[in-house]
């Protein structure tokens, strides 16, 4: 049957897409899936290739549909493309709907049984006998449904031309250790591929050409990255909660712990890492650890910074010190717990009742989660207060590739805090004084001997001795000290980065919609529109932003959520040039594409 | 540094009595927490507790005012309303040097802290709980607690249709090792058993029957000093024996049962009521709910296990508290970053 393929056609005046095209594959979750559509990454990765995977996956365990979309990108644009020049349809399920929507042209890769060639004529079929093949190449009935994804990517290796010798380097690498499963895979991803070799023709719609792009790179996810900066900041207490997507952040955190930090002589731990009963009692865990002079962390999603929204507002008020890593989903309430978004900006801006302000850090790429998780334990001692890193799903838990991580020089800020000795010799000491006019005060730690620096933290009012206090002038010093220490602040939280085409029209982003934003800068001028791309990598805005709003005409505001958070506080803090912000938003869940920036944007242009 | 002066007496660090004490207390005169301060301040000058270890955490309420009468030596935490416990948890995994006292009411701890009491005391966490248990809000002028009676009446007249969640069975059954109900009124009990209190390594429930004087002490009160004077059955004479390397002191034999605890102090329990043996854990239970069916108030030590590991240890922590730890021994050397960065190409 399969050997009469004819040779899938290419649509008139169509050129080769050489290390420059999108897959989407299709199958049912649990069922070995990822770990296919790692491999096909990886092994294009290794051929030098850029690129990118974004994981669509439901909320379920097992049997629901769920989408990997592979991007290869010789430019090294790595936002998820909304186009995709090859399907791979596993699930039975959503194979007619995944056919109704690919793009003319498409080369679809399917199960054959599902029998989808007959469904559209403007795209190239290729069937293939799964099941057939699996049974040939795996001895174990039971492993099969686990191992008939590996056979698509023998299949597509051979179509994409993808060196077979990289696809066996990246299952070793993605299971590693793990001899028997390599090998049942590695015979598996074969069996696909010398199928593929003798049945298939040649097509020329999308190719894999042998690169050096990716030399010295690394995968790489921004949960892990986010651990690792917490393990090389020495992060001492955890308390956490699961919930998706930030579970594997302090799960990361966990397997390196337990390598890198032990005590060589004694095995004894130096991180006290413990999963607390909910959100509220995590917080509580990080403030009080950090009130005591741990350095403190935890990791959690939307819902579990409203949780800790109480907390977080004594932390601010009694002035703890703690990192509360935000890896942001779709809400409100429950939401999309899979799917991606910028949804709480607002929201980790001024958590808490009353008057709150917090600092916020916003990493763009993988080396910023590391840097700025490194960062923020320095920030939250320094300034003694909840400082959150700000991530989101699409950083969060998909592959990217990245430099590798430089290491962290700069030592530890520990922040101002009052030893034994200080502490006897300091002149009318007062935990809330602002002796050095910078809003942030001296501390003491529990514990410390001598005698003197023990005082009573309060969440009530309190003065500049920590004595409770009604009295309205104590009341008002405390919170202008505090909003004099997010000024103080400005100075210290990354400036943003820039990447100007010398144009009066502006476009702000920041976090995860970078890569889409650059290459949206790069489309529109094709169209013949020059921007200057500011991206915001903290708050407070810094002066940086003050002057980039002033000079520019129009500033276009990417992100992703429904109510233009970001451009909110924007225009709360610039309500001069509040008309300027024009909101380019994609909320709908999935990460946001370049194509939908360039379109907002043109829109805009034309009115 | 101890004030001792020639006439007041001093305990073996050289501190008085005096060393101990807090701020001035705002509560309502006759409040039966201003008593069960009185003993906590007592009971750490009489154990030579170091003011500068003692960490006092608390919640919202009355009882959670208290931390600030007591101790100034030591640092205090007044947090938010049911989260003491893992204010406690944070701070006494960061230094585990700490000497945790919690304080805590029947509202904070039975209501809208319920969860984190009930997650502290499985987890072993090493501190004192004191509850100071009037079944009444106090301060916000009086309303039901978890730990009201049915059929009790509020000052106003209302009746409580609900039943009481009793915090001594609940600290049992989640394998607290030291369980104790108290009367605020009792202070030579209530000292004998903050003393062993402090001598023990995990977590302490202390369930301190205290009156509100404003809210809660008429006739009707299951709750009031005359009702717990009337229905308070000692179980038994309780000494504490705190470990000294240069003494032994030797404890009567007969009816007497001795706990040793880890550190080598000692418990000498004198049954007076009935034979009862707090180790026996199912005959606390059973002592327990038997007594409250009949409207009593058991009080005494309850329950004792002096060999559960806290958290601190269940954790493998090392011996210096985390705080402590600096760069040398937290942030892993350059040739770690490179393994890490190799192994993700």
Known sequence: MTASLAAPSMPVGAKTRINDFSIQVATVNGSGSQTANSVLLRAIFQMGVFVSGKNLFPSNIAGLPTWFTIRASAKGYVARKASNEMLILMNPETAKEDIAKSDPGALVIYDEPLQLDKLRADLSYIPVPFQKLVTASCPEPKLHKLVKNMIYVGVAARLLSVDMAEVRNAISKQLKGKAKAIEINQAAATAGYDWAMENLPDQDHIKVVRDNKTQGLIIVDGNEACALGALFAGVTVVGWYPITPASSLVETFIDYAEEYRKDPKTGKSTVAIVQMEDELASA???????????????????????????????????????????????????????????????????????????????????????????????????????????????????????????????????????????????????????????????????????????????????????????????????????????????????????????????????????????????????????????????????????????????????????????????????????????????????????????????????? | ???????????????????????????????????????????????????????????????????????????????????????????????????????????????????????????????????????????????????????????????????????????????????????????????????????????????????????NNHDASTRSYKHVKDHDFPLHDLGFIQYSEVEDVDIAAGATEVVTFPDGSRVAIKAIHEDYDPTDRFGAMKAIHQSMAKGEFLTGLLYINPTQPPLTEVLNLVDEPLASLGEAQLKPSPAVLEEIMRSLM
């Open chain 1, 284 to 607: 509580g865990v990080v403030l009080a650890a950090g009130w005591a002079g741990a350095r403190s962390m935890t990791s959690t999603a939307g819902p579990g910074v409203s949780l800790m929204s109480e907390f977080i507002g004594l932390g601010y008020y009694v002035e703890a010190p703690g990192v509360f890593f935000n890896v942001a989903r779709t809400g409100p309430s429950t939401g999309l717990p899979t799917r991606t978004q910028q949804s709480d900006v607002e929201l980790c801006a001024k958590c808490s009742h009353g008057d709150t302000q917090h600092i916020n850090l916003y990493p763009g790429n993988m080396e910023e989660c590391f840097q700025f998780a490194y960062d923020a334990f320095d920030l939250a001692e320094r300034f003694q207060t909840p400082i959150f890193v700000v991530t989101d799903l699409d950083l969060g838990m998909q592959n990217w590739s990245s430099k590798p991580f430089a290491y962290p020089a700069t030592p530890y800020d520990r922040g101002k805090v009052l030893n034994q000795q200080q502490l006897a010799e300091a002149i009318d000491w007062g935990r809330y004084k602002d002796v050095d006019g910078d809003g942030i005060c001296y501390r003491s730690l529990p514990g410390t001997p001598g005698g003197k620096g023990a005082y009573f933290t309060r969440g009530s009012g309190h003065n500049d001795y920590a004595q409770y206090s009604e009295k309205p002038e104590d009341y008002v010093a405390v919170v202008d000290r505090l909003k004099r220490k997010y000024e103080t602040a400005k100075t210290h939280v990354p400036a943003p980065v820039f990447r100007n085409q010398g144009s009066s029209k502006g476009i702000l982003a920041f976090g995860s919609s970078d890569p889409a934003v650059i290459e949206a800068q790069d489309l529109l001028v094709e169209r013949g529109l020059k921007t200057d791309y500011l991206r915001l990598r903290a708050l407070p805005f810094t002066a940086g932003i003050d002057a980039f709003v002033k000079e520019k005409q129009v500033v276009y505001v990417v992100e992703q959520n429904r109510d233009g958070q970001m451009a909110n506080l924007l225009r709360e803090t610039y309500p001069e040039q509040a008309t300027k912000f024009k909101s380019v938003l994609h909320y709908n869940g999935h990460a946001i594409d370049a194509q939908c920036i360039v379109d907002q944007i043109t829109a805009f242009e034309q009115k």
């Open chain 2, 1 to 215: 540094m101890p004030t001792a002066t020639p006439s007041a007496p001093t305990n073996q660090l050289g501190f008085t009595k005096q060393d101990y004490v807090g701020s001035k207390s705002t509560l309502c005169a006759g409040c039966g927490h201003d008593a069960i301060t009185a003993q906590i301040i007592n009971a750490a000058f009489e154990s030579n507790i170091e003011g500068y270890r003692v960490t006092k955490y608390s919640g919202i309420g009355c009882s959670s005012k208290t931390p600030a009468y007591f101790i100034n030596q030591g640092w205090g935490f007044n947090s938010v309303h049911g989260r003491m416990p893992a204010i406690a948890t944070g701070s006494s995994l960061a230094n585990r040097n700490l000497i945790n006292i919690g304080v805590s009411g029947d509202g904070d701890s039975m209501s809208i802290g319920m969860g984190q009491f009930v997650h502290a005391v499985r987890r072993n966490i090493p501190m004192i709980y004191i509850i100071e248990d009037n079944g009444v809000y106090g301060l916000t002028k009086g309303q039901f607690s978890a730990t009201a009676d049915k059929g009790s009446f509020l000052k106003s007249g209302a009746v409580n249709d609900l039943p009481p969640v009793d915090p001594c069975t609940l600290a049992i059954e989640l394998g607290c090792g030291f369980v104790a109900r108290c009367f605020s009124g009792n202070p030579k009990q209530l000292s004998a058993i903050l003393k062993s209190a402090f001598a023990y390594q995990g977590t302490v429930v202390l369930d301190i029957i205290s009156p509100c004087v404003t809210f």
